[in-house]
């Protein structure tokens, strides 16, 4: 069984990486310019995956 902690710590975790994609934004929308890409939505997903499973628990 998951604790609230660790329940907790997800969510934390996935909120405080939206935030950093949004300030990543900037230098994502450049750096796809010069023809190479982010991988910020990998991160955003996996943790997002993590927390429902957590959350359907």
Same mark, same amino acid.
């Given at each position: 069984?998951?604790?609230?902690? /660790?329940? !907790?710590?997800? $969510?934390? &975790? /996935?909120?405080? #990486?939206? *935030? *950093? =994609?949004? $300030? *990543?934004? +900037?230098?994502?929308? !450049?750096?796809?310019? !010069? =023809? /190479?890409?982010? +991988?910020?939505?990998? &991160?955003?997903?996996?943790? =997002?995956? !993590? /927390? %429902? %499973? *957590? #959350?359907?628990?």
């Amino acid at each position: 069984m998951k604790t609230r902690a /660790y329940h !907790a710590t997800l $969510f934390a &975790l /996935y909120q405080l #990486s939206i *935030v *950093v =994609g949004i $300030f *990543v934004m +900037p230098l994502a929308m !450049a750096t796809r310019q !010069a =023809g /190479y890409t982010l +991988p910020i939505h990998r &991160l955003i997903e996996t943790v =997002g995956e !993590a /927390y %429902d %499973d *957590v #959350s359907q628990e």
